[in-house]
C-alpha cells in the first residue's frame, strides 16, 4: 500500500498561473481532504470530499477548487495563483467521515508563488 | 466554531526524560474525538494518540500518553523516556463526531509545538 500520495512534491508559480494538485488513496477510503499549512497557524481544510461524487467547501476555499475524480482521486486546482497562495499542502483521507477513524495524510506539496 | 490553542510555540527535553505538551480547546459539544499529531522533518504528518471524549479513561500508545480533562477542555501530551526521533512538530486536533454541520469529519489543528530533544 502506497497509502496517500501527491503529486508534485514542490512547485514554483508566477502570479496568475495556474495549476492542479493531484491527490491519490489506495486504502479504499470514502472521505478525502485538502489541507494547507502556514507558519504558526497549524493546517486548515480547504475542500473536503465525504463520498465519491460530493464535494464541500472548508474554512479557506476561496481562490480554489476541487474535483473528486472517483473514489481513488481528488484534485485541487488554483485558477490563478496569487502570493497568498504560497504554503504546504496536504491531501488527507479516512474511512468514513464519521467515528473516530484517522485521517492519513500525503507528503505534502511545497507551493511558492512569487 | 471550535478552536484549538497550543500555548507553547517551543519545547525541549533531554534524552529518556519526560515532557509534556499543552493543548486546550474550546467547544459547545458535548461528543467529540482529540487527537496528537507528529510531524518530523520530512514533513509526512502521522497520528501519535487519540481520546474520545465519551471514554474517561486515559488514552495510552507506548510511550505517549494523554492527560484528558473535559470538563477543562484540556488535553495534554505527555511523552516519557523521551527520543531523539521523537524531535517533531506536534500538533493537537479536534474533530466534531455530530451528525450533520459543516465541521463534520474537518479536523482543527492547533499552531503547533516544536519538540527538540537534546542528547
Known amino acids: 500500500n502506497a497509502g496517500v500520495t501527491q503529486t508534485p512534491k514542490f512547485q514554483v508559480l508566477k502570479t496568475g498561473q495556474s495549476m492542479t494538485l493531484q491527490c491519490a488513496q489506495d486504502?479504499?477510503?470514502?472521505?478525502m481532504y485538502w489541507y494547507r499549512q502556514d507558519p504558526g497557524m497549524g493546517l486548515r481544510l480547504i475542500y473536503y470530499s465525504a463520498s465519491e461524487g460530493t464535494t464541500d467547501k472548508g474554512e479557506v476555499p476561496n481562490g480554489y477548487n476541487v474535483s473528486r475524480l472517483n473514489k481513488r482521486e481528488f484534485s485541487l486546482r488554483l485558477e490563478s495563483a496569487a502570493p497568498s497562495q504560497t504554503s504546504v499542502y496536504f491531501c488527507a483521507s479516512s474511512e468514513q467521515e464519521r467515528g473516530p477513524y484517522e485521517q492519513y495524510f500525503g507528503p505534502g506539496t511545497r507551493l511558492t508563488v512569487t | 466554531a471550535q478552536t484549538v490553542t497550543q500555548s507553547q510555540p517551543e519545547m525541549s527535553v533531554q534524552e529518556a526524560e519526560t515532557v509534556t505538551l499543552s493543548c486546550t480547546y474550546d467547544?459547545?459539544?458535548?461528543?467529540?474525538?482529540l487527537f496528537w499529531y507528529k510531524q518530523p522533518p520530512s514533513r509526512q504528518m502521522i497520528l501519535v494518540i487519540r481520546q474520545e471524549a465519551y471514554k474517561q479513561q486515559n488514552a495510552t500508545e507506548n510511550r505517549f500518553s494523554v492527560n484528558f480533562q473535559k470538563a477543562a477542555k484540556s488535553f495534554s501530551l505527555k511523552i516519557s523516556d523521551s527520543q531523539l526521533g521523537d524531535a517533531a512538530m506536534y500538533f493537537c486536533?479536534?474533530?466534531?463526531?455530530?451528525?450533520?454541520?459543516?465541521?463534520?469529519?474537518?479536523?482543527?489543528f492547533g499552531q503547533g509545538t516544536i519538540l527538540t530533544v537534546h542528547p
Open positions: 467547544t459547545s459539544e458535548s461528543d467529540y474525538y
Open positions: 486504502m479504499n477510503h470514502n472521505s
Open positions: 486536533a479536534y474533530r466534531s463526531a455530530n451528525a450533520g454541520g459543516t465541521s463534520y469529519g474537518k479536523l482543527t
